[in-house]
Protein backbone atom coordinates (compact mmCIF):
# COMPACT_ATOMS: atom_id res chain seq x y z
CA UNK A 1 0.00 0.00 0.00
CA UNK A 2 1.71 3.08 -1.34
CA UNK A 3 1.08 6.48 -1.10
CA UNK A 4 1.38 8.16 -4.12
CA UNK A 5 1.13 12.45 -4.49
CA UNK A 6 -0.16 13.86 -8.02
CA UNK A 7 0.50 17.36 -8.17
CA UNK A 8 -0.03 20.14 -10.92
CA UNK A 9 0.11 23.60 -12.05
CA UNK A 10 -0.42 25.74 -14.55
CA UNK A 11 2.74 26.87 -16.36
CA UNK A 12 6.40 25.62 -16.21
CA UNK A 13 7.24 29.20 -13.89
CA UNK A 14 4.69 28.18 -10.97
CA UNK A 15 5.90 25.51 -7.63
CA UNK A 16 4.40 22.21 -6.63
CA UNK A 17 6.23 22.65 -3.45
CA UNK A 18 3.40 23.50 -1.09
CA UNK A 19 0.59 21.41 -2.71
CA UNK A 20 1.37 18.25 -0.66
CA UNK A 21 4.11 19.55 1.89
CA UNK A 22 4.16 17.81 5.05
CA UNK A 23 2.95 14.48 3.53
CA UNK A 24 5.06 11.33 3.49
CA UNK A 25 4.86 10.21 0.10
CA UNK A 26 6.27 7.20 -1.57
CA UNK A 27 5.79 8.41 -5.21
CA UNK A 28 5.00 11.66 -6.32
CA UNK A 29 3.72 12.69 -10.23
CA UNK A 30 4.04 16.43 -10.93
CA UNK A 31 2.96 18.26 -14.05
CA UNK A 32 3.21 21.81 -15.46
CA UNK A 33 -0.01 21.89 -17.69
CA UNK A 34 -2.93 23.53 -17.79
CA UNK A 35 -5.93 21.68 -16.18
CA UNK A 36 -8.73 22.55 -18.84
CA UNK A 37 -7.91 19.26 -20.43
CA UNK A 38 -6.83 15.93 -19.04
CA UNK A 39 -6.07 14.31 -22.48
CA UNK A 40 -2.47 15.67 -22.98
CA UNK A 41 -1.53 15.68 -19.14
CA UNK A 42 0.96 12.51 -19.57
CA UNK A 43 2.01 12.29 -15.86
CA UNK A 44 -1.53 11.77 -14.79
CA UNK A 45 -1.88 8.77 -17.03
CA UNK A 46 1.15 7.77 -15.94
CA UNK A 47 0.21 8.39 -12.17
CA UNK A 48 -3.24 6.23 -12.67
CA UNK A 49 -1.43 3.67 -14.48
CA UNK A 50 1.15 3.42 -11.48
CA UNK A 51 -1.30 3.12 -8.66
CA UNK A 52 -2.91 -0.03 -7.33
CA UNK A 53 -5.44 -1.85 -5.12
CA UNK A 54 -4.53 -0.38 -1.47
CA UNK A 55 -2.82 2.28 -2.51
CA UNK A 56 -3.83 6.29 -1.34
CA UNK A 57 -3.85 8.74 -3.98
CA UNK A 58 -3.14 12.19 -2.24
CA UNK A 59 -3.77 15.46 -4.08
CA UNK A 60 -3.60 19.03 -2.57
CA UNK A 61 -7.16 20.08 -4.34
CA UNK A 62 -10.29 19.34 -6.80
CA UNK A 63 -9.06 21.49 -9.06
CA UNK A 64 -5.07 19.90 -9.28
CA UNK A 65 -7.60 16.66 -11.03
CA UNK A 66 -9.79 18.52 -12.92
CA UNK A 67 -11.18 21.55 -14.17
CA UNK A 68 -14.63 20.48 -15.28
CA UNK A 69 -17.11 18.04 -13.69
CA UNK A 70 -17.54 15.44 -15.94
CA UNK A 71 -13.63 15.03 -16.16
CA UNK A 72 -13.33 15.05 -12.15
CA UNK A 73 -16.24 12.31 -11.70
CA UNK A 74 -14.60 10.34 -14.62
CA UNK A 75 -11.24 10.46 -13.42
CA UNK A 76 -12.52 9.47 -9.79
CA UNK A 77 -14.88 6.57 -10.71
CA UNK A 78 -12.02 5.15 -13.19
CA UNK A 79 -9.20 5.83 -9.87
CA UNK A 80 -11.27 3.97 -7.43
CA UNK A 81 -12.60 1.07 -9.53
CA UNK A 82 -8.53 0.36 -9.24
CA UNK A 83 -9.36 -0.21 -5.22
CA UNK A 84 -7.59 3.32 -4.81
CA UNK A 85 -8.10 5.86 -2.30
CA UNK A 86 -8.22 9.46 -3.47
CA UNK A 87 -7.69 12.22 -0.59
CA UNK A 88 -8.04 15.64 -1.84
CA UNK A 89 -6.14 17.50 1.26
CA UNK A 90 -7.73 21.12 1.00
CA UNK A 91 -11.18 19.78 1.10
CA UNK A 92 -10.54 17.64 3.21
CA UNK A 93 -12.46 14.69 0.74
CA UNK A 94 -11.98 10.85 0.79
CA UNK A 95 -13.61 8.91 -2.06
CA UNK A 96 -13.34 5.19 -1.86
CA UNK A 97 -15.18 2.15 -3.81
CA UNK A 98 -16.42 0.91 0.06
CA UNK A 99 -19.69 3.11 0.09
CA UNK A 100 -19.26 6.60 -0.64
CA UNK A 101 -20.20 9.46 2.11
CA UNK A 102 -23.01 10.87 0.11
CA UNK A 103 -22.13 14.71 1.61
CA UNK A 104 -18.29 14.04 -0.05
CA UNK A 105 -19.85 13.37 -3.28
CA UNK A 106 -22.22 16.38 -3.27
CA UNK A 107 -19.28 18.33 -2.00
CA UNK A 108 -17.15 17.04 -4.87
CA UNK A 109 -19.97 17.44 -7.21
CA UNK A 110 -20.57 21.36 -6.10
CA UNK A 111 -16.89 22.04 -5.88
CA UNK A 112 -16.19 20.86 -9.28
CA UNK A 113 -18.93 22.77 -10.77
CA UNK A 114 -17.17 25.64 -8.83
CA UNK A 115 -13.71 24.90 -10.66
CA UNK A 116 -15.43 24.47 -13.78
CA UNK A 117 -17.31 27.80 -13.38
CA UNK A 118 -14.14 30.08 -12.79
CA UNK A 119 -12.30 28.22 -15.57
CA UNK A 120 -15.16 29.97 -17.80
CA UNK A 121 -15.04 33.61 -16.07
CA UNK A 122 -11.02 33.69 -16.50
CA UNK A 123 -11.69 32.94 -19.96
CA UNK A 124 -14.42 35.51 -20.28
CA UNK A 125 -12.29 37.83 -18.37
CA UNK A 126 -9.80 36.86 -20.58
CA UNK A 127 -11.44 37.60 -23.81
CA UNK A 128 -12.86 40.88 -22.58
CA UNK A 129 -8.96 41.77 -21.77
CA UNK A 130 -8.07 41.02 -24.95
CA UNK A 131 -11.14 42.54 -27.01
CA UNK A 132 -10.84 45.97 -25.08
CA UNK A 133 -6.66 46.08 -25.53
CA UNK A 134 -7.44 45.42 -29.85
CA UNK A 135 -9.82 48.53 -29.67
CA UNK A 136 -6.82 50.45 -27.87
CA UNK A 137 -4.83 49.89 -30.69
CA UNK A 138 -3.01 47.22 -29.30
CA UNK A 139 -1.14 44.80 -31.38
CA UNK A 140 -0.09 41.09 -29.55
CA UNK A 141 2.32 38.77 -31.40
CA UNK A 142 5.56 39.46 -32.49
CA UNK A 143 7.39 42.61 -33.44
CA UNK A 144 7.64 42.91 -37.54
CA UNK A 145 10.81 41.86 -38.32
CA UNK A 146 11.18 44.20 -41.10
CA UNK A 147 10.26 47.86 -41.84
CA UNK A 148 8.10 49.65 -44.51
CA UNK A 149 11.30 51.24 -46.03
CA UNK A 150 13.47 47.71 -45.74
CA UNK A 151 10.75 45.97 -47.51
CA UNK A 152 10.88 48.63 -50.69
CA UNK A 153 14.55 47.95 -49.85
CA UNK A 154 13.91 43.89 -50.55
CA UNK A 155 11.41 44.05 -53.38
CA UNK A 156 14.16 46.68 -55.37
CA UNK A 157 16.98 44.83 -54.80
CA UNK A 158 15.10 41.63 -56.00
CA UNK A 159 13.77 43.01 -58.93
CA UNK A 160 17.44 44.16 -60.04
CA UNK A 161 17.85 40.45 -59.68
CA UNK A 162 19.68 39.81 -56.30
CA UNK A 163 19.12 36.32 -54.97
CA UNK A 164 16.44 36.11 -52.14
CA UNK A 165 19.54 33.86 -50.20
CA UNK A 166 21.88 36.82 -49.77
CA UNK A 167 18.94 39.43 -49.12
CA UNK A 168 17.10 37.13 -46.63
CA UNK A 169 20.88 36.73 -44.82
CA UNK A 170 21.64 40.54 -44.82
CA UNK A 171 18.12 41.09 -42.88
CA UNK A 172 19.04 38.23 -40.48
CA UNK A 173 15.41 36.51 -41.65
CA UNK A 174 14.08 33.32 -43.18
CA UNK A 175 13.88 32.78 -47.26
CA UNK A 176 10.24 32.23 -46.23
CA UNK A 177 10.07 35.68 -44.97
CA UNK A 178 11.48 37.52 -48.38
CA UNK A 179 8.96 34.95 -50.26
CA UNK A 180 6.26 36.12 -48.15
CA UNK A 181 6.90 39.86 -48.51
CA UNK A 182 7.85 39.77 -52.30
CA UNK A 183 3.98 37.86 -52.51
CA UNK A 184 2.16 40.98 -50.95
Known sequence: MANVGYTRVSSEH??????????????TFTEKLSGKST?????????????????????HSIDRLARNLADLQQLIARI?????VVK???????????????????MMQVLGA???FERSMIRER?????????????????APKINAPQIEEIKSRRAGG?????????????RQTIY?????
Request: a negative charge; charged letters at 25%; glycine letters at 8%.
Open 126 to 142: QREGINKALSMGVKFGA
Open 180 to 184: SILQK
Open 114 to 116: FAE
Open 88 to 106: FHAEGLIFSNDGNNPMNNL
Open 14 to 27: QKTERQLNGIKLDK
Open 39 to 59: NNRQALWDCIDYIRDGDTLHL
Open 162 to 174: ESVISIADEFNVS
Open 80 to 84: IEKGV
